[in-house]
């Protein structure tokens, strides 16, 4: 009579679901951007107070789409309007043709536009060399944009070649990051018919800002970014967002009995404006304004966002289906805090740039919650082929990670 060995059960393993918005559109355009809006989590606060909130009585369409063939290329249209004819607005429809040389890399790219609000057809083409450090961008013929980064300092500026001497440059930044300490001034000019003004010494045509940030900036890592920042020399505003990745028990039985958790993705920040100048100059901006908002991706397929101002409180509900293609489709509650009415948009989305895909991680990935009763005791993990996060994170080899999990390398 033989001997029976009983097959060891497979470790027990936590679901990593896929971003909801990969790569998300601010990131397609992150070179349009100089670096005095990205590292001060200026983008970051631009996405968590807009994506997915629509506008009270409006609604909007957005399509995604990519050939089979050539995965190189793709499509955004978009579609916007008012839900009655008493809202103010008229349908807004744009387009953008987009070529990419890299698949992975969003950074280098030639597209063409249109738009039924501007109907000229503009062509954008963007270089980066994450090598050297060196970007550039334009928009022909009207714009180009030139900048110079790399991990420690970027500087930039903005020309147009139509323009007259008085008007050289549009805007130009300089951002330095020394360890987590990031400093920079920007200029950009105010729109003023008295040509004679001396820009340059023009305290108001100047900004300058201070932040402090923690973490890699990868989707797998929790972070966060607190900002100071004198605005055209009349606003003080002050801004704090953290992303934060928890991990909670869960029994799904469309999975493996191995899988006993899932990874979530909460997203926090506010942003409080003061005015500190109270010349006429600035007697059209409110004297104080403060907005919070917070993000929590529970799975692949949902997605809830909510915020609230002094006017007025948004939440909204996104519901993700990832068939090829797949549909998102998001509903916006806007109450306004005086009349007490609450008002109601929709979005739709399709896109099928990119397919969902569930990582799965040990779980002793990323960051544990305090309860921590579903861990079997005892395990020994084995490297293999399996995906230990945690120690790519710990080691900084976001090579081995999924595409969008790994935090940008450079400052541009």
Known sequence: MGN?????PPPPVVLVPPLFDFPPLSARNRMLEPSYNLLFGKLALKC?????????RQFSAKFLLKPIDDPHVDLVAS?????DRKAEGDLVGNALFRWQSDVDDPHTFVDLSVSTSNPVLLMRSSAYYPKYGVGAFAIYPLLSKKAYGSTNLSLGATVSPFTTKDEFPK??????KMGR?????????LCDENKDTAKYSDLRNWSCAAGYGVGSRSPLSPSFNFGLELARSSQFIASFYQ?????????NPFEEDEVVGITNYIDLGFELQTRVDDSKASENLPDSSLQMAASWQANKNFLLKGKVGALSSTFTLAFKSWWKPSFAFNISATTNHSTRETAYGFGLRVDNIREASYQRADPNFVMLTPNKEHLADGIVWKMGKRPMFQSDLDAENFSELPKELRPPQKIL
């Open 4 to 8: 029976f060995l009983a097959k060891e």
């Open 243 to 251: 992303h934060v990745v928890v991990q909670r028990r869960v029994k």
């Open 48 to 56: 968590l107070f807009e994506d997915y909130f629509e506008d009270a």
């Open 79 to 83: 579609l916007s309007g008012a839900l």
């Open 171 to 176: 805007s130009a930044w300089l951002v330095s």
């Open 181 to 189: 300490l990031t400093v920079g001034v920007q200029y950009e000019p």
